[in-house]
Every structure is written in C-alpha cells, then in structure tokens.
C-alpha cells in the first residue's frame, strides 16, 4: 500500500508557487520546497510524480494569478485600459511570475493565435469588452487587442526585468497614447489584424 501523503496537492502547488513568486522557478527545488512545508522532500512525491509534473501546475497556478489580478479591470471605465495596467502592475508586484508566464523562452509558439490561446478567459473578456465599448467588429476588436497587447507586455518586461520603473501616471499615459493611436488606424481602415507570421524554418529546425 502507497504512503498517506502528508500533504495535499493544493498545500504543495501553494508553497511552490510562493517560492517561484519570491524566487523564479530556478528557485524550486524538492530540498527547499519541503523545507517550506516543514518536512523532508519525500512527502512531496507522494502527491507528484517528478519535479516537472510539479511545475507545470505552478505556472498554472501562476496563471490563475494573473488571471484575479487582471480581471479587476472589469470593474472600471474604461475597462480594456485598465486590463492593460493590471498587467503591468501585476509585472511590477510579482515580477518573477510575470517572467514566468510572459518572459520564459518558448520553442512552441508560433503566432499570436497561440499567444491568444493561453491568455484564456482575460483574452476573451478584453475582446468582449472592445466590442461592445467601442463598437468594433470581432476582427478589428482582436486586431486591436494585439497591437495593444504586444505594447504592454513590452512596458510589463522592462518592469518586470527592473530596467525602468513608471508611475501609474506614465503608465496610463503611455498606454492612452498607444490606444488613442491604435483605433485612428483602426477606425481609418489601415490596420487589420496583422497576426505574427511563423518564423522561417532552418536548418537546424
């Protein structure tokens, strides 16, 4: 008969998500995760196959995370702008798990649609809210979301990453002038929804 684990998966993903939020993820190990808990590693794979099984559902934790964070926007006016702050200041209060969920290399995206994809439900509920706030298409309204979206991850990385630090005030600058930006070409006819093309394949593909 296996062990009775000593802890639960929630308990273990809870602790380890604390350690990647203070730390990064090169943090995590089973030696410094089960000193968290007060116990020895062993415990820990009573609940969890391996180390990477562990992780995975970290980053997913994490991405819940955001997800609360960014779904306070929703609550002012205008909303899609507030989205846009609560991902940067999520960067600047949990920059470890904004490296870990936007900064991390990836080998598998290869366009925005997948990008898309895993922002999940906040993706889908910023459209939802361009279209009905300003009167957009589902097409532009994506379109719209990407150019904003790629504009503000690049202020969440600089903060997360500490090479600049803005005020709330430069923020909502900065993504106003971006946005105001964004729906004149919109609104004009100039800007479709350019998705990122694949990369050219190589040789060492």
């Known amino acids: 008969m296996p062990p009775k684990p000593k802890f639960t998966r929630e308990e273990v993903i809870a602790a380890a998500l604390e350690i990647v939020s203070e730390k990064g993820m090169e943090a995590l190990t089973s030696r410094d995760l089960g000193a968290r808990l007060g116990s020895s590693a062993r415990p820990i794979f009573t609940v969890f196959q391996n180390m990477?099984?562990?992780?995975?559902?970290?980053?997913?934790?994490a991405m819940k995370r955001f997800g609360a964070f960014s779904e306070k926007a929703i609550h002012y006016t205008p909303a899609f702008k507030q989205f846009g702050m609560q991902m940067i200041l999520?960067?600047?209060?949990?920059?470890?798990?904004?490296?870990?969920?936007?900064?991390?290399?990836?080998?598998?995206h290869r366009n925005f649609d997948d990008?898309?994809?895993?922002l999940g439900e906040t993706a889908v509920v910023c459209?939802?809210?361009?279209?009905?706030?300003?009167?957009?298409?589902?097409?532009?309204a994506k379109a719209l979301f990407?150019?904003?979206?790629?504009?503000?991850?690049?202020?969440?990385?600089?903060c997360a990453a500490h090479v600049c630090h803005f005020t709330e005030e430069e923020i909502n600058e900065l993504l106003g002038q971006d946005f105001t930006a964004m729906m004149l070409l919109i609104r004009s006819g100039q800007l479709n929804n350019p998705t990122v093309q694949p990369h050219p394949k190589t040789e060492n593909d």
Not at 146 to 158: D, K, N, P, S
């Open 115 to 118: 990008v898309f994809e895993d």
């Open 90 to 108: 999520f960067a600047m209060e949990e920059p470890k798990l904004y490296q870990l969920l936007f900064m991390t290399e990836n080998t598998v």
């Open 146 to 158: 990407q150019q904003v979206w790629i504009y503000t991850f690049g202020i969440g990385a600089l």
């Open 127 to 140: 459209i939802d809210v361009i279209q009905k706030d300003y009167g957009l298409n589902a097409e532009e």
């Open 52 to 61: 990477e099984e562990l992780q995975q559902e970290v980053r997913i934790a």
